[in-house]
């Protein structure tokens, strides 16, 4: 096995490299298992496989999310495969993608689903595989969906041992939108992380984020769809693979019998349109966020608005 640091490589290393005929780049993906990435390597058996691993210690944008955890080096260095004898590691941060696949112009670019931030075909890598004309491939992290539930259940068992508030104390709006930014990692959705808070009298009920169905990992093992049909940003919710934040928390709400009257939602985003209606339609007179949703900010606002519902934005 051969290692490369991307930042130390000469120009003339750089050349070597891509010359390399038939070359796969796997781009710096996230935590897996060495029988995963024997797998993967057995189906790349008849090209020169370039391996990336991030000097990141967090994917960036995903710190602190466990469930996105970067693959490091060390864990390549325990294969015993016939295929890893042969592997070139290129350790990198992420931020380099764009130059190295610009630069090396691999044949095939492989991205391990849950890798990056936000969706993918908004980020420059990707274009700048699609303009080298590399056959683009999302790939799971898991060798099956048992393997994919058991992680699930593992990172989601660390999450619930958090104490991320106390019900008995009253928070600021401040100390409220600090609670929900914590909270953003525990949704395995890379592509967006809405979080919600129930409050009443300035004491939270309850803290709900974006739930990925049918299972919290089925977006890793499965990919996102609206990655595969590259839909826009905010657009075309019926593709979303998560419960809304704000579905989850009437959800908590029915099941711990907790009464929405006189309660204020506090939400790092403000409702999709679809969210907003269904909240229109609830005892909850009062909403409270810090983002924009480019259509929620639209319809949704003058849905909740006529409904009754008090809006208030707060800027961080």
Not at 9 to 19: E, I, R
């Amino acid at each position: 096995m051969t290692t490369y640091d991307w930042n130390k490589l000469s120009d003339k290393d750089k050349k070597n490299l891509a010359a390399l005929k038939k070359v796969t780049f796997i781009a710096g993906p996230v935590l897996m298992g060495t029988k995963r990435i024997d797998q993967i390597l057995t189906n790349l058996s008849d090209s020169a496989v370039l391996f990336g691993c991030l000097k990141d210690e967090w994917i960036p944008g995903l710190e602190g999310f466990l469930q996105f955890a970067p693959l490091k080096v060390e864990k390549l260095n325990k294969l015993k495969s016939r295929e890893a004898e042969k592997l070139a590691v290129l350790n990198h941060f992420q931020k380099d993608l764009k130059y190295i696949i610009r630069e090396l112009k691999p044949k095939i670019v492989v991205f391990i689903n849950g890798s990056w931030f936000q969706q993918i075909h908004y980020r420059k890598e990707f274009w700048e595989a699609v303009n080298i004309a590399a056959k683009i491939r999302l790939e799971t992290p898991f060798t099956s969906e048992y393997e994919a539930k058991r992680f699930a259940k593992k990172i989601e068992a660390i999450y619930e041992a958090e104490k991320l508030y106390s019900k008995s104390k009253k928070y600021s709006d401040k100390e409220i939108f600090q609670i929900l930014e914590k909270k953003r990692r525990h949704s395995w959705d890379w592509c967006g992380q809405p979080t919600a808070a129930l409050v009443r009298n300035g004491r939270i009920l309850a803290l709900t984020h974006n739930r990925v169905m049918p299972y919290q990992a089925f977006q890793m093992h499965e990919g996102s769809i609206r990655e595969k049909l590259q839909v826009p940003a905010q657009e075309m919710i019926e593709t979303h693979l998560t419960n809304h934040a704000e579905v989850e928390m009437l959800e908590v709400a029915r099941r711990g019998k907790i009464r929405l009257e006189n309660t204020s939602l506090y939400m790092n985003i403000f409702p999709c349109p679809v969210c907003a209606k269904m909240l229109a339609r609830t005892p909850i007179k009062r909403i409270v966020y810090e983002q924009d949703h480019n259509l929620g900010n639209t319809i949704g606002y003058k849905v909740l608005e006529a409904s009754g519902v008090k809006i208030r934005r707060v800027v961080a």
